[in-house]
């Protein structure tokens, strides 16, 4: 089963990922971000994508805020996530594994043979 999870970046600017590289310490940033449109279609799509991603990858990673049509979209997709083969799981299991230099190889080769 693919793997999706959630962590916070919202901003372009934010420098988590450059401490952490430089301390060791890992990480991982989100591949979606579900609500930056608010309409049901648009988050629709957005889940699509993180499926989509996860499917390619073996994981992504979404975020999104609590606004009511996130949470009324997320409710009706939740329960056909385990159907459609999809586990949801803690960032750490995603960071343990986006960690592994197979995983980065196997992401950058997938990558790209989409160029």
């Given at each position: 089963m693919a793997a999706i999870s959630s962590i916070l970046r919202t901003t372009a600017?934010?420098?988590a990922r450059?401490?952490?590289a430089r301390i060791s310490l890992p990480y991982a940033e989100r591949d979606v971000f579900l609500d930056n449109d608010i309409t049901a279609a648009a988050i629709e799509r957005q889940l699509a994508e993180t499926e989509?991603?996860?499917r390619r990858y073996g994981s992504a990673i979404a975020i999104g805020h609590p606004h009511a049509q996130t949470l009324k979209v997320l409710e009706a997709w939740l329960p056909k996530?385990?159907?459609k083969g999809f586990d949801l799981v803690p960032v750490s299991a995603i960071i343990a594994t986006r960690g592994s230099p197979l995983w980065r190889l196997a992401r950058d080769r997938k990558g790209s043979a989409r160029s």
């Open positions: 600017r934010s420098t450059a401490i952490a989509s991603l996860a996530a385990r159907e």
